[in-house]
Every structure is written in C-alpha cells, then in structure tokens.
C-alpha cells in the first residue's frame, strides 16, 4: 500500500513530496494541521505496531486548493455574515447555503486524480476495489478544552474511486453542518480558522465492535479497562442507538471483574452483494449474546493496553473484531484518542493544591525559623 512521491500526489509530477494524499504509515511526523486529528491519531497507532485497517490521509492541502476553485472561500465567508448563533433555523440554511456552494464546484481534477490513485492502490492487487470508509478528520479535533468528534460526517462501504472522491468533497462541505457551526460558536473558534482532512481507509469486516477506556470513566480508577461492544459495526454504539454490553476488566489480569448484557435489538453490517453498510434486526437469541467472547475481551484488553503504555496516557479506543483476520485474535484499532475527562481533573486538581499550599506557605511564613 505504498503511496509513492510521484506526480499522483502533487500537480507539478516533479518527484516532490505528495501534497494530497499520504498513507498512513508515511503521515507519522505530519502535523495534526495537515492530516486532521482522526487521521494523526491513526498514523500514530500504525507508529505504535497496533493492528490497524489500511488507509491514506487526503491532507488540507486538497482542501485548501479546493476552497480557491471560483472564489469559493470568499463565499463561504459571505454567507457565514449572515449567520445568527441564536437563531436554529439560520443556522440550518447557512449551512445548506455553504453545502450548495461547495457542491456547485467541482474538485480540482489533479487532486481527484491522487485521491482515486490511492484508493486503487488499496485494493492489495484485487480486481474488486476495495470497500473504504470515508471519515471527516478536522484539524480541530480533540483539542484540550473542545472535542470535535463525531461532528464531521462519516461514510461507510464505500467503493469505486468516483465515489471516495465524490464522498471526500461531501466530508469536506461537513466542516460547515449546522451542528459544527453551533459547536465552534459555543467553544468561540472562528468558522474559517479550521480545515479538513479526510482518511480514507479499507473497511474492516466487523463480526462486533465498539469502545474501550483504559480507565474506569466513573472513578478515573487506571487499574481497570472499560469495554463496551455491540454486534455489527460500532457506530450503532457510538451514535447511542443500541444499549452496548459492557465489561469491567481488571487490567493486570485482563480477566472480566463484571459483565452487563444488554439486548440488541439491530446492528449495521456491510453486504457483501451490494457492499454497503445495512441496519438488520438481530435475530433471535443472538440479541440477548454477549457480543464478545471472553478471549475476544482478553485480546482487545491486551491490545488496548500495549496502546496506553506507547502513548504513556490513558486512551479512549474504538475497536472492531474480524474474524477474517488472525493478529491480535482479531482485533482491528479504528482510532485512539487521550482520555479527557479524568485528565483533566486531575490537572486542575494538581493546580488547586498548588495554589493551597501557596496560601499556605504564605500563613505560615512568618512562623518558620530564619535560615
């Protein structure tokens, strides 16, 4: 899946380093400002030996370019005047307005070009092109005092290069959905301070799938691992559609120390005859299974710890199982992100009890012996 430094990267084909289009395992150094955070966060897994899916980063480099096509930018820039943070229904047609004007255009046919280059490379010397998904990589992405996951749009089972290019350019229009206008108003970052990225990575063929913390989120308790997992693809478990199964996994052992199974009553999988991702209903007893086994929960607890070890932080994990797979008992990383919430506190409390023991010092001063 090697992406070489040819003209399928950049416009002028002179041998300089891609512009458009890099693979993961080449996007280590890059910064989050030119992959997007998603897609940092997969390079820096593919840098950790994690077991993850294929895939290459579209850079905002595409993005930028494609922002000057017939005065794009200055557009956008027009119609986000309009726009009244406290007015819902404003909201919804400015960005319905920006989508019009960045579908009205059509991308730069050199950075189509790279984009559709790099998808038939991930096609590992098939025939059949590769099922891919598509998913929003924003340069604001987890920042310290804002997460903007999940804001960007994502598209699953996607096949043919005319359509990752075309679901690119969708990804790209998704940086000004209602929902990430309100989000950027409300954490005042300015409309036209951020640019996508995109990943674009081989699906993986997801039996079950969903979320792990190297934490307990309720105690911030680090001996612990928190697995949460539904069948099917996770984003049923991500978008809060399915009551997942959840597992408390003491983190030495890597044995379960509690189990909750929910039932399920519908999961997303990918068809293999029309090769897109479907909603089925669950069937029978299976909606009541556990949707991991117990080796299954000991290869993701062992996967997700080696993670945090690499990262030297505690991790939030989305993970998918493919039995078609034999590495890591199956186990694919999709993404890891620092966990926040406990991080946080305990950085705030470290400065609460520096500011005590000030005004403490500063009491008792008078009190100690002259040195």
Request: aromatic share 4%.
């Amino acid at each position: 899946m090697a992406t070489s430094t040819s003209s399928a990267g950049n416009s002028g084909g002179d041998g300089a380093r891609a512009q458009y289009v890099i693979p993961f395992e080449a996007a280590a150094a890059e910064p989050v400002a030119r992959i997007g955070g998603k897609c940092a966060g997969l390079a820096a897994l593919v840098g950790a030996s994690a077991p993850v899916s294929p895939g290459f980063a579209v850079t905002t480099d595409a993005f930028l370019e494609m922002m000057a096509v017939d005065g794009l930018a200055k557009e956008i820039k027009g119609i986000l005047a309009r726009l009244d943070v406290n007015d819902v229904r404003n909201e919804a047609h400015v960005s319905q307005d920006i989508g019009e004007a960045i579908a009205r255009r059509a991308m730069p046919s050199h950075i189509a070009a790279a984009i559709r280059s790099a998808y038939a490379r991930l096609g590992t010397g098939s025939t059949v092109d590769a099922a891919v998904a598509v998913r929003s990589s924003g340069t604001a992405e987890d920042l310290p005092d804002a997460s903007f996951a999940g804001q960007g749009d994502t598209y699953l089972s996607i096949v043919g290069g005319d359509t990752v290019v075309d679901k690119v350019k969708k990804c790209w229009a998704s940086l000004y959905t209602a929902r990430a206008i309100s989000y950027r108003a409300q954490c005042r970052i300015g409309h036209l301070d951020v640019q996508m990225a995109v990943a674009v990575q081989v699906m993986v063929n997801a039996r079950s799938a969903g979320v792990a913390m190297t934490l307990d989120p309720s105690n911030g308790d680090r001996s612990k691992i928190i697995i949460e997992s539904t069948w099917g693809l996770g984003e049923t478990l991500v978008s809060g559609e399915v009551t997942p199964d959840h597992f408390m996994i003491d983190k030495v052992m890597l044995m379960p120390i509690t189990r909750r199974i929910s039932v399920k009553d519908h999961e997303l999988v990918s068809d293999p005859t029309t090769r897109a991702a479907v909603r089925c209903k669950i069937q029978g007893e299976r909606r009541a299974q556990p949707s991991v086994t117990d080796d299954e929960l000991q290869s993701i607890a062992r996967v997700v710890k080696a993670i945090e070890r690499h990262f030297g932080s505690p991790q939030d994990i989305e993970w998918a199982i493919d039995n078609t797979r034999t590495e890591s008992g199956g186990v694919v990383i999709l993404q890891s992100r620092p966990e926040t919430v406990w991080s946080m506190k305990k950085t705030q409390s470290a400065r609460a009890n520096y500011g005590t023991m000030g005004v403490l010092d500063t009491l008792i001063a008078p009190l100690l012996p002259k040195k």
